[in-house]
């Protein structure tokens, strides 16, 4: 009897421990949704050019964690066989930075495909900005300096991504003029602390670390474009 599968993307507008390193109720939230008592759970800083700085971050921050943490690094790989390292882990956790550079990356190493294979066999993805957009269709991306420009990511998840809804002030104006224009297909925007838990392929459930943070769906209804709110669970105490 073949069991159930179930393929989960957890996208983060901002936050966890590389925005907010005191505050880890969306990491918490990551790590409880393995079946395993103590995850393995690899980061993957790529986006980042591989910053030494930004994997001293997670590690100092999922040590104090009932996990097993590791990383991948593209400018230094840890083996040849990237595909059996990738699909012995619980979660893959995506950093921030340049998305069209992760891109590139991935596909020149071909680890666009061993993602999407350990998505299917139900190991969880996740990130932030980067590592949040990178699922999608299409972003919202600052990748090139000076401008909010549309990117074509990897597909895993339909439609459109754009995070830092709140964080930055060219982010909101940016996604509704690409939406009316046509330019990038309908959509999700999360503000900084938000995520958006897809299950499948559809968002199932919306989390927050900070009490007022928001998510958004984004259509196009004629000339005009729509943005319906929608409210998260805040994981904290009130």
């Excluded at 074509?152 to 830092?164: A, I, T």
């Excluded at 982010?171 to 299950?199: C, K, N």
């Excluded at 943005?227 to 904290?236: D, Q």
Aim: charged share 20%; hydrophobic share 35%; aromatic share 10%.
């Amino acid at each position: 009897m073949t069991k159930n599968i179930y393929k989960q993307i957890i996208a983060m507008g901002g936050g966890g421990f590389s925005m907010e390193p005191e505050n880890p109720l969306l990491d918490r939230y990551i790590l409880g949704l393995s079946k395993k008592e103590i995850p393995k759970i690899c980061f993957v800083p790529t986006a980042s050019g591989d910053s030494d700085k930004y994997i001293v971050r997670f590690y100092s921050a999922f040590v104090q964690q009932l996990c097993k943490p590791s990383h991948l690094s593209l400018f230094n790989p840890p083996t040849n066989d990237l595909r059996s390292f990738v699909l012995e882990q619980d979660i893959i956790y995506v950093g921030g930075g340049n998305t069209k550079n992760l891109i590139a990356l991935w596909k020149e190493w071909g680890l666009d495909h061993i993602l999407r294979e350990a998505w299917e066999s139900g190991i969880i993805l996740c990130g932030l900005s980067a590592g949040s957009i990178c699922w999608f269709e299409q972003a919202v991306t600052d990748s090139i300096p000076k401008q909010m420009t549309v990117l074509q990511c990897l597909g895993f998840l339909k439609g459109s991504n754009c995070p830092h809804y709140d964080g930055e002030q060219e982010r909101r104006p940016s996604y509704h003029r690409l939406l009316s224009q046509g330019l990038i297909s309908e959509g999700y925007a999360a503000d900084d602390g938000v995520g958006l838990h897809f299950i499948q392929d559809k968002l199932e459930k919306i989390v927050s670390s900070r009490l007022h943070a928001k998510a958004y769906r984004l259509e196009k209804i004629g000339e005009t474009v729509k943005e319906t709110l929608l409210e998260p669970t805040y994981l904290g105490k009130i």
